[in-house]
């Protein structure tokens, strides 16, 4: 049996308003972060399950990358020196 979670609040990122502040955007034309999607979808999942509680269980992970291959999950990842730092997935 897979619960459903609904963290409230939800975060979600509502692209169309989202605003970079010009710190994040001076950071990311230093270039020591490099931004990639979709290429490591479940690590990002598993980095964001590792915590003391979580609710991204193994058939959690198996869904959504069941998803992912399918087409309708993806990540976004943030990388520094060949090495996953961050990210984002749904």
């Given at each position: ?20 502040p010009s ?28 915590r003391d ?38």
């Amino acid at each position: 049996r897979i619960e459903w979670f609904s963290p409230d609040p939800c975060g979600i990122l509502p692209l169309e308003t989202f605003h970079a502040p010009s710190r994040l955007k001076r950071t990311m034309r230093q270039s020591r972060f490099e931004v990639r999607i979709d290429t490591a979808f479940e690590a990002v999942m598993r980095a964001c399950a590792e915590r003391d509680e979580t609710w991204i269980t193994e058939d959690i992970v198996g869904s959504y990358v069941s998803l992912h291959r399918l087409g309708v999950g993806h990540s976004v990842e943030t990388w520094q020196d060949g090495a996953l730092v961050g990210g984002l997935y749904g």
